[in-house]
């Protein structure tokens, strides 16, 4: 089965051809980037704009080089949460249209899940092997950290979140601030390759300093006192009362305490669940120093999609898209986007399930 799958929630406008659910046949990614670098962030009227006048020529170049014509398809996902509103209707109503005009089965999927599907794309298995659930999952993007169990494609428990920032909005605001370029993380990650990690001590969130966490919020994440003392650094240097930091050692240093504040959620929550298997996902985990501190655990199997499958894509969505629509399931066209993130399980009180 053939499906097309679109993604337009943030600031890449993506399609792509997956065979049953693992083969990609095509993966067309159109970056905004270009368009939102002088602002350094993300504008939401010029990229649902974007959108629009290049969602067809996108979907056309994916079909094209799966080389397959519209008939070619037999069933159509797309993003319809969480992400930016205009940004979402404009690639979720292009799939609708496309599924009614040729009569296709239409099902709408949520990001983070698909983020999640990445590692199960043939492209992604190491040797041929997709990685077996359960596992613990490691989502980590602009919006989003979330440490989860995965028991399958669609059926998560969320173990721990971030209180406040996403890891990736963590990188993009102290790049921002220090005008290291945009985007932020990847700017960060470059950076950081010629800095000193141990160069300055950022601090390590304390988050359950009063008494112990609910079962619920035990590897829960913070990411804005980190991001406040790192830009606090730069105005003590402006006010003169530090000595010039060097860009690089800012940038290396900050990158190693933004990865330790999810490793320790996550090494915890390894020990804890004895799930050693760990699958990664989002824009976040294509960055090299958190790859590197994973490949050091050789009692665990991280597993992370190629660099192409981290970011934002459409294969993702038409592999999820295609395991939901083997199962039946379908969506309404009247269904709409959404910004928010699903309400995702989390444990029972108590105890999670080992
Ligand atoms: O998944 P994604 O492409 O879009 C969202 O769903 O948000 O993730 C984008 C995030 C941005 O915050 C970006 O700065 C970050 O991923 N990112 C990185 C790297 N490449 C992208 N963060 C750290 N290191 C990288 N190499
Ligand atoms: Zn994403």
């Known amino acids: 089965m053939n499906v097309l799958g679109i993604e337009s929630s943030c600031d890449e406008c993506a399609a792509a051809v997956v065979r049953d659910g693992k083969q990609i046949l095509s993966n067309v990614v159109a970056t905004q980037i270009p368009f939102h670098e002088a602002y350094n962030g ?30 070619g398809i037999d069933a159509v996902a797309a993003t319809s949460r969480p992400g930016l509103l205009g940004s979402l209707l404009v690639g979720l109503n292009f799939a609708k249209a496309f599924a009614w005009a040729r009569r296709l089965p239409f099902i709408a999927v949520d990001h983070m899940l698909a983020h999640l599907y990445a590692c199960q794309l043939a ?7 997709a990685p077996a659930y359960p596992f613990l999952g490691l989502l980590v993007s602009g919006g989003h950290s979330i440490i989860c169990r995965v028991d399958d494609f669609d059926d998560i428990t969320v173990l721990g979140t971030t209180v406040d920032d996403a890891v990736g909005e963590a990188f993009d605001k102290v790049a921002k601030h220090y005008g290291f370029g945009y985007p932020g993380g990847l700017a960060i990650d470059r ?41 606090n650094h730069l105005d003590q240097f402006r006010a003169g ?32 669940s004895g799930l050693t298997t760990i699958v990664a996902g989002g824009g976040v985990a294509a960055n090299s120093y958190l790859r590197a501190r994973l490949a050091e655990r050789k009692d665990l199997r991280c597993v992370f999609p190629p660099l192409a499958l981290c970011g934002d894509n459409g294969a993702m969505i038409a592999g999820l898209g295609y ?4 199962r039946g399931d379908r969506s309404p066209l009247s269904v709409t ?9 989390r444990p029972q009180r108590g105890g999670q399930r080992g």
Not at 216 to 231: E, N, P, Q, R
């Open 42 to 71: 993300v504008v939401p009227e010029i990229a649902s704009r974007k959108h629009t006048e290049w969602i067809y020529a996108v979907a056309q170049e994916a079909l094209d080089k799966a080389g397959l014509d519209p008939g």
């Open 191 to 231: 950076l950081a390759q010629g800095g000193n990690p141990d160069a300055f001590r950022f601090p390590l969130p304390k988050l359950h300093k009063k008494s112990p966490p609910a079962p619920d919020h035990s590897y829960d994440l913070s990411y804005s006192g980190l991001k406040t003392a790192v830009i």
């Open 323 to 326: 395991r939901c629509i083997i």
């Open 337 to 345: 986007a959404s910004a928010r993130v699903a309400a995702f399980r």
């Open 241 to 272: 009362d530090s000595p010039e930091p060097r860009r690089e050692d800012i940038a290396a240093s900050f990158q190693k305490t933004a990865v330790e504040i999810l490793l320790r959620s996550l090494f915890r929550a390894a020990e804890d």
């Open 123 to 129: 492209e992604s298995a190491e040797s041929g092997e």
